[in-house]
Nanobody, 124 residues
Framework: QVQLVESGGGLVQAGGSLRLSCAASGRAFSSYVMGWFRQVPGKERDFVAVIRWVSGSTKYADSVKGRFTISRDNANNTVYLQMNSLRPEDTAAYYC?????????????????WGQGTQVTVSS
């Protein structure tokens, strides 16, 4: 059974940085795509970034390009989201997700496995 466990959220001032981690277990993830999404209450879960595990290819939402970086650590089966120059509008619950295959899917419905989420709050 695939398990995804996020960590690293917290409260940070605008302009600051956080690094989220997603520890993945239960499968060999070399044939998986790993995504980060975020959600605020009352709204849909929005795409943030995605990485193809085998190649390291990435895709980002326009709102985070140049500020966020997704990466993976093969040895530790962990995916990271480095978030710099944070803004109040980045405040949300952040979720890690996984799907088998190679397509860099940007829609939440395309993912099979989800973590429990970690809260990021950016104060102005």
């Amino acid at each position: 059974q695939v398990q995804l466990v996020e960590s690293g959220g917290g409260l940070v001032q605008a302009g600051g940085s956080l690094r989220l981690s997603c520890a993945a277990s239960g499968r060999a993830f070399s044939s998986y795509v790993m995504g980060w999404f975020r959600q605020v209450p009352g709204k849909e879960r929005d795409f943030v970034a995605v990485i193809r595990w085998v190649s390291g290819s990435t895709k980002y939402a326009d709102s985070v390009k140049g500020r966020f970086t997704i990466s993976r650590d093969n040895a530790n089966n962990t995916v990271y989201l480095q978030m710099n120059s944070l803004r109040p509008e980045d405040t949300a619950a952040y979720y890690c997700a996984a799907r088998s295959g190679v397509v860099l899917t940007t829609t939440a419905s395309g993912y099979d496995y989800w973590g429990q989420g970690t809260q990021v709050t950016v104060s102005s």
